[in-house]
């Protein structure tokens, strides 16, 4: 009887749980942690710090996945609300930093609202398609793009270009996988083509100067174009095989800079080379691969939908990372998922994870 108990008490644990994203997943994690460990070998207090990052990440994820997908839906729209209100309470009472106005303090300690829509806004538009699905029409998909403009345009007012553009891909992606017409999707490339030089005279100088050294990192070579300058000379040293664990000299030496958050792909480039690149990039490409077909498998709109931006949004975080560390996008500050250090973007990024398991489960419990 005893072992009976246990038995069910493990199953229950491991019902909702999908075997590929959590081994792909925590594949990805121990390789970061290791990377994090040589970015940071003179400060101990962060390797503990990312581990119990990682923890709450993955306690998250199973959370998540143990909520079927109509109970993930109801929180669509609380969560966009309040994401919402926190950013105009940013906007108005905010802590600013370095120039950026991102932080609200709640005395004891501060938090980034702009995290809670990376999630709130896809859950949002896949909720509202799904409430419209039988009698979708052009104008549901003008009221979803208003709905995805408000939190983009206060997010880009802090300034934070990097999360602005992840909430907005996440929130284009519901779009694309609701059924946006091509022609539209043209047309809005065109219209976003044509508004460059307008938005061009909106940016930050900070954020002009990120993109002419992007053309020529050598014009500003201890300034704009050091982050590139660095990173790729890095990224070029590992060679093959790289120069082995804790055999980082641009590493250890300390001319990476941000080296455990947005550059520890040139951190892990240097360390492992072309060899451990290409298998870092194949296991994001299983873990995107599996969430696209979970996507492809799942059973009603909502499910469809918020896979899919899920696992678009996945992939949006390596391309942008990776390009931007090897010179080919400007600098934004997007982290390499389940690599780079922080418990934040860690966190709501295993919700993510968490919310693909929940569709993939839940949809075999039904067919069964």
């Known amino acids: 009887m005893f072992e009976q108990f246990w038995h069910r008490l493990w199953v229950r644990l491991v019902a909702h749980i999908d075997g590929q994203l959590l081994l792909i997943t925590s594949l990805i994690m121990a390789t970061g942690l290791a990377t994090v460990y040589s970015a940071t070998y003179d400060a101990n207090n962060r390797l503990l710090a990312q581990t119990l990052n990682m923890a709450v990440g993955l306690f998250a994820m199973w959370a998540v996945a143990q909520l079927p997908p109509q109970k993930l839906m109801g929180f669509g729209v609380p969560l966009y609300v309040v994401g919402v209100i926190l950013l105009i309470c940013v906007f108005l009472f905010g802590v600013k930093v370095n120039g950026a106005r991102r932080w609200l303090s709640l005395g004891f300690t501060r938090i980034q609202p702009s995290e809670v829509l990376k999630i709130a806004v896809p859950l949002m538009l896949a909720w509202y398609f799904h409430k419209h ?12 793009c208003l709905l995805l403009l408000v939190p983009f345009a206060l997010i880009a007012k802090q300034p934070d270009l990097g999360t602005a553009i992840l909430v907005g891909a996440a929130g284009f992606y519901v779009l694309f996988f609701a059924g ?3 022609q539209v999707i043209v047309g809005l490339g065109a219209a976003a083509a044509a508004a460059a030089p307008f938005v061009w005279t909106m940016l930050h100088d900070y954020q002009r100067k990120r993109i002419l ?8 070579p201890l300034g704009a174009g050091y982050h590139i300058i660095q990173s790729t000379i890095a990224i070029g040293s590992g060679g093959s095989f790289g120069k082995g664990w804790l055999e980082g000299t641009q590493t250890h030496l300390e001319f990476i800079p941000e080296r455990h958050t947005d550059f520890i792909f040139a951190v892990f480039s240097e360390e492992r080379g072309l060899l451990g690149n290409s298998i870092l990039v194949l296991l994001y490409f299983l873990l995107i691969a599996r969430g696209l077909m979970i996507a492809a498998n799942a059973s009603t709109l909502f499910a469809r939908v918020m896979a899919g931006s899920v696992t678009l949004s996945l992939f949006t975080y390596v391309f942008v990372n990776m390009g931007m560390v090897s010179g080919i996008l400007p600098v934004v500050g ?27 489960t839940h949809r075999m419990l039904v067919r069964k």
């Open 133 to 144: 699905e039988a009698i979708l029409k052009f104008r549901h998909y003008v009221v979803a």
């Open 180 to 182: 946006l017409r091509w």
């Open 213 to 220: 050294t992007l053309v020529d990192p050598t014009s500003d």
């Open 334 to 360: 997007v982290p390499l998922p389940f690599m780079s250090y922080g418990g934040t973007a860690l966190v709501t990024l295993s919700i993510g994870i968490g919310i693909l398991m929940s569709i993939q």
